[in-house]
């Protein structure tokens, strides 16, 4: 597996594991996603997909240095 | 002096913009700026180059969708565009709640006399789809778009561009506080999205721009 | 202590409550909570070891 695939499961599983009454809205599409619609951007790799999956790892890089 | 927010209102995304930003409009009353307020099918090109043009507004909030190289109104429609119209954005105090606009419209009016805030990537809104209905009631968005309103409500108050965004990046990290020791099911989602904007957030130009009203 | 635990275990301190019991990992196509790898790391497992290098690579610890 690349670490580009273990990075997309990961983000995937914890998309999967999002609470139901969660929506994010992100870039330029009028819409606000929920835990389905968020996971297929990232399964198509849309550019919403990969933005949400390099929020996702930022996050994850961060809390480790005690930034958030 | 004057104000000018454009405010539109056509998709679920932007209407969250629109509610919240009615706060501000009426903020800008109360201050005694002489406000201009553009909201969903006023928010066009053609309307909004006018008003600025024949105003010279002091201070401009754009609500909308964004890019780095475009801000957009009502329905979408591009009002500012780098490379043809950003000039209109020269010698103000300009906040873009627009994604990315920073990065390319922000970079190219930035100077010693224009100040330039808004995100340098996409911006993230959250919401709690269990408040659908009354914007109001929705929590979550609030965490998201109340340091936004901070923002400029400082800037109004006198405050300085980058005292604005530190005031904003402060309640920021205060939301993200909370929602890192809440109990809930869904706080920890909304984390990576809250600390997105944080990072994000930025000013260009004229750090020390105020407004006076 | 598998070596570089120590990473991992600072890391996790540092983690709000919430978080540590949501995916950090998949291991054969099997989702790893932060508490799960934790018990792996700490255990010093054959699982934990191969989290534990995941987590490194990815610059996640």
């Known amino acids: 597996m690349t670490q580009e695939e273990m990075v997309r499961k990961i983000i995937l599983e914890r998309l999967k594991a999002m609470a139901p009454n969660v929506k994010i809205a992100l870039g330029s599409k009028g819409e606000f996603l929920d835990r389905d619609a968020l996971m297929k951007e990232v399964q198509n790799s849309t550019q919403v997909g990969k933005k949400i999956v390099e929020i996702q790892m930022r996050y994850l890089r961060a809390l480790k240095e005690g930034i958030v | ?213 | 202590m598998l070596k570089n635990a120590y990473r991992f275990f600072k890391a996790y301190s540092n983690l709000p409550l919430e978080e540590r019991k949501n995916p950090i990992m998949v291991i054969d196509d099997d989702p790893i909570s932060w508490n799960l790898a934790y018990e792996e790391i700490n255990n010093e497992t054959k699982n934990g070891e191969e989290i534990l290098k995941n987590l490194i690579d990815l610059e996640i610890v």
């Open chain 2, 1 to 213: 002096m004057k104000t000018l927010f454009v405010r539109p209102s056509h998709d679920d995304v932007v209407s969250y913009l629109y509610f919240y930003s009615k706060e501000l409009v009426e903020e800008s009353r109360k201050r005694n700026f002489e406000t201009l307020n553009k909201e969903k099918k006023d928010a066009t090109q053609k309307i909004i180059s006018d008003i600025i043009l024949k105003n010279e507004p002091a201070f401009i909030m754009f609500n909308g969708h964004g890019s780095p190289n475009i801000i957009c109104g009502h329905n979408d429609g591009f009002i500012i565009i780098k490379g043809n119209n950003h000039g209109l954005l020269k010698n103000k105090i300009v906040y873009s709640l627009s994604c990315s606009s920073a990065a390319g419209i922000g970079k190219a009016v930035a100077d010693k006399n224009t100040a330039f805030i808004g995100y340098t990537d996409e911006f993230a809104l959250g919401m709690d789809v269990d408040c659908q209905a009354s914007i109001h009631r929705d929590k979550r968005a609030r965490l998201f778009l109340e340091p936004s309103n901070l923002l400029v409500k400082s800037l109004l108050k006198g405050n300085s561009a980058v005292e604005a965004v530190e005031k904003a990046k402060r309640m920021m990290k205060e939301n993200i506080s909370r929602l890192r020791t809440e109990h809930s099911d869904d706080a920890k989602d909304y984390l990576p999205f809250l600390f997105n904007n944080y990072l994000i957030l930025e000013v260009l130009g004229e750090k020390n721009a105020r407004l006076q009203a």
